[in-house]
């Protein structure tokens, strides 16, 4: 069932019309479509405008006169119908308007045209038995509402339906739950892998690329950092380029030189001619004389030891035992030890590396550098200590040569740990240049490992699985279920081939004649089927109005809308609608017929659709309240539970629509109508601009209204200015300003101008509490039962 009009804006007459803000009774509760629904309003309000949105419905097609059209029609248990999915409701839809007429009934609007043929089922026991047969198997549909089971192929489809829901609801649940994960993890503010690009990289990260890294890290082959690998490439990306690092001078220790001079030194031979044989014995005691010698000489005449004269003759033969030969070996021996020192010193300087100067990548292998140049320089500090050990083993035995074994020249190591350093050096220099594409495959090594160890946390592989199985089952329930929709359809056509071969045609025309004559009267109009060929040779049907056994031409107004309708009518009865239980739209159905007409078009509508009920909720507009009335008649009509009223109403060039009042719903008169807009007006407050259309409408609903009240009143024939001037009596302003709006403001023809300058609201207030308060001083009777008609109780007015 159509639920309601939810918003309609650029069709028509309707603009930003909102369903909810407008539709509400007087609880405040939104008033939805019910299964009968009756449309008052006057002509040009914007009835035909809504009968062609439904007609849209129903063909899937809306006029390209309309510019920019937007609706929403929502539709019980189906997606909203938009422009945009006209036909995508699924429902049988038949409406009744102008275009109905204008596309079926084309000889109304050019004589020389046909009309539509269509075809009525017709008489075949043995193809009835064999359709019942095949709609028997198909079974009903379910309908709660009418308390109705789904049998036969409708229960299988509703039972496969129902286990292809459980199926998909259960995937979709697993689905959506693995997919939660997946995006939380890719893309959740602030601990999603999007938003760590400084580690991760990608800062357009999304699913659809995590999954792609859970296939990669998925691979047998994947290998994940370990952790220690995970703290280096964290390390790299903390690194900015590091300026060159400067080059290292080349070692260029000679040890062999050294070695050389220092056995030279150690292993010279001294004269022992004119020495003194005790020192030479005695290398301690040689050096205490010589170092005593030193404090002595030139200072002291007495032995500061044992306070003796020191001869002449002792101080020649020291001066021939610590002679210019062993001065000058002490001397040379003195200084290969300082360069030895010196070399022992300056060793700690050379090759000094700075591993703060590499990039981290590289710290690991400087630090082994390091290592192997301490070793070196232990080695060669070794080396050079053992050379000042032998130097200063012979100074303190200076007269006495000494042995020497040969010192390795191990200064290699050191030249072997500076082509390292300059290896490393160079690559660091390099490395300068690439380490962003190195830390950019930092940043994917650590994403993946991060993608491994969520995959791992979450066991992906197990919950995929389960995702998978359970598509499986549900692609599997849905395809039985579509097998049993396709199964449905192939009954469907399977019947429907069977009533083509019923189709009459002849049926169709007759049926439409059985309308005229039966429920009009008009025998002398008839539709006939009449047989043609088409352009390829075959058989054609087309139907003809015919009067009197000839082609009928000029058909008045009545005669075209009378056989508009019920040719619409006798289509409900053919083979694309019988029995499918159709919504049904009718759009004033009784324009230009007379009161009789009318009359039997309610009856039409009832005997027909009513008692049939072969409609699943028809909607039926009319600006006639005589129609109106008899409307009130269907069945169910008065059922508030069953039947809705809603009234359609033009302010300018916009329309809306509303809940019937009261009165027209209860008395269904226009009089009673233009009496309550009178009441309005009067009581309406002047600043209000929701009250306009009142003082719009007031000139011609008070024309109106005077126009038959006081033609009752005054039933003879003096003329409208005369009857108000007698009715208002000695009150001559009110009868002036009511002549003057009836005149002015219910006309623009001869006062164009009028419409171009605003209405004078008070003035119309004033003329509407005129009218009122006359009727009450003259009947006040009469005037309380005006009140009440239009729901207006005594004590409220007063």
């Known amino acids: 069932m159509i639920k309601k009009f939810k918003s309609i804006n650029n069709l028509a ?20 479509f019910k299964l009968i629904n009756i449309f008052y309003g006057r002509n040009y309000s914007g009835k035909t405008t809504l009968s062609r949105i439904v007609r849209a419905l129903e063909t899937g097609n809306l006029s390209d006169k309309y510019e920019n059209p937007e609706f ?85 489809l509703k039972n496969a339906s129902l286990r292809a829901t459980t199926a998909l609801q259960a995937y979709q649940t697993a689905n959506n739950s693995l997919n939660d994960q997946l995006r939380y993890k ?74 050389r001079k220092a056995k030279e030194l150690v292993t010279k031979s001294i004269s022992n001619s ?39 003759e002792r101080w020649n033969a020291l001066e021939s035992h610590f002679d210019e030969e062993s001065e000058k070996l002490e001397k040379e021996i003195d200084s290969l030890i300082s360069e030895t020192e010196n070399s022992i010193r300056k060793i700690e300087t050379i090759l000094v590396i700075d591993k703060n100067l590499f990039y981290s990548k590289f710290h690991s292998d400087l630090d082994t550098l390091i290592e192997e140049r301490e070793q070196a320089i232990d080695v060669l500090k070794s080396d050079l200590n053992t050379i000042k050990e032998k130097l200063v083993e012979r100074k303190d035995d200076l007269l006495n040569s000494k042995s020497y074994n040969d010192v390795t020249d191990n200064s290699k190591l050191l030249e072997d740990c500076w082509k390292k ?49 359970l598509k499986d089952t549900s692609d599997t329930e849905t395809q039985s279920k579509n097998d049993v929709e396709e199964k449905i359809k192939r009954q469907i056509a399977q019947i429907e081939a069977k009533e083509r071969l019923m189709n009459d045609e002849e049926k169709g025309a007759i049926k439409v004649n059985e309308y005229l004559n039966n429920f009009f009267g008009h025998a002398f109009l008839t539709l006939q089927a009449l047989e043609d060929t088409d352009e390829f040779g075959g058989k054609k049907i087309k139907f003809e109005i015919v009067r009197n056994g000839n082609k009928a031409h000029h058909l008045s107004e009545g005669e075209s809308s009378l056989i508009a309708f019920c040719y619409f009518m006798a289509k409900l009865e053919d083979v694309e609608t019988k029995g499918s239980k159709p919504i049904i739209w009718i759009d004033d159905p009784i324009s230009s017929l007379d009161s009789n007409h009318i009359f039997f078009v309610y009856s039409l509508i009832n005997a027909e659709i009513f008692t049939s009920q072969e409609y699943e909720q028809i909607f039926i507009s009319t600006h006639n309240l005589d129609f109106l009335k008899y409307l009130k008649r269907l069945p169910s009509a008065l059922n508030k539970n069953h039947c809705n009223y809603f009234l359609i109403s033009r302010e300018n060039e916009i329309s809306k629509i509303t809940l019937m009042p009261r009165y027209l719903k209860d008395y269904v008169t226009e009089f009673n109508f233009l009496f309550h807009q009178i009441y309005q007006c009067s009581i309406a407050e002047t600043d209000d601009e929701n009250q306009h259309n009142l003082y719009y409408n007031f000139g011609n609903n008070t024309r109106k209204f005077l126009e038959a009240f006081l033609y009752y009143k005054y039933p003879n024939t003096i003329k409208q200015v005369d009857k108000l001037t007698k009715f208002f009596g000695n009150n001559r302003q009110a009868s002036i300003m009511t002549d003057r709006i009836n005149n002015e403001f219910s006309h623009l023809e001869g006062l164009f101008e009028r419409s171009m300058t605003p209405i004078d609201i008070p003035e119309m207030k004033k003329t509407a509490e005129f009218i009122l308060d006359k009727i009450k001083e003259k009947d006040n009777e009469q005037y309380e039962a005006l009140l009440s008609s239009i729901g207006i109780e005594i004590q409220d007015e007063e």
């Not at 309908?143 to 192929?153: M, S």
């Not at 020495?275 to 170092?291: C, G, S, T």
Request: glycine share 4%; net charge negative.
């Open 13 to 32: 007459v309707f603009q930003n019309f909102d369903w909810d803000s407008t539709m509400r009774d007087s609880g405040n509760n939104v008033v939805l």
């Open 421 to 469: 350093y300059e290896t490393f050096r160079t690559e660091a220099n390099e490395y300068s240049s690439s380490l962003e594409t190195e830390q950019t495959k930092a940043k994917k090594l650590l994403r993946l490992r991060e993608v491994s160890d969520f995959t791992t946390d979450i066991q992906f592989s197990t919950v995929k699985a389960r995702v998978q199985s």
């Open 274 to 312: 004119n020495k003194i044989e005790q020192l030479l014995k005695d290398a301690i005691l040689n050096r205490w004389v010589k170092e005593g010698r030193q404090l002595h000489k030139d200072k002291l005449e007495k032995c500061s030891f044992c306070g003796n004269d020191i001869s002449q």
């Open 72 to 156: 929403e029609v929502s539709i019980t248990d189906v997606a909203d119908s938009t422009p945009n999915n006209l036909t995508a409701h699924g429902k049988k839809i038949r409406v009744f308007n102008e275009d109905f007429v204008k596309a079926n009934l084309r000889f109304i609007v050019n004589p020389d045209e046909s009309i539509a043929p269509f075809a009525i089922i017709g008489g075949n026991a043995t193809i009835e038995a064999e359709i019942q047969t095949l709609k028997n198997e198909l079974g009903v549909k379910e309908n709660p509402e009418e308390e109705i089971d789904a049998t036969g192929f409708y229960l299988e």
């Open 186 to 259: 890719a893309t959740n503010n602030p601990n999603g892998i999007k938003y760590k690009s400084d580690k991760f990289g990608d800062q357009n990260y999304n699913i659809t690329k995590l999954l792609s890294d859970v296939k990669t890290v998925s691979d047998t082959s994947f290998q994940p950092l370990t952790d220690q690998e995970v703290t280096a490439k964290l390390n790299l990306l903390n690194e900015s380029t590091n300026a060159n690092i400067p080059e290292i001078e080349k070692p260029t220790f000679d040890l062999n030189t050294l070695n």
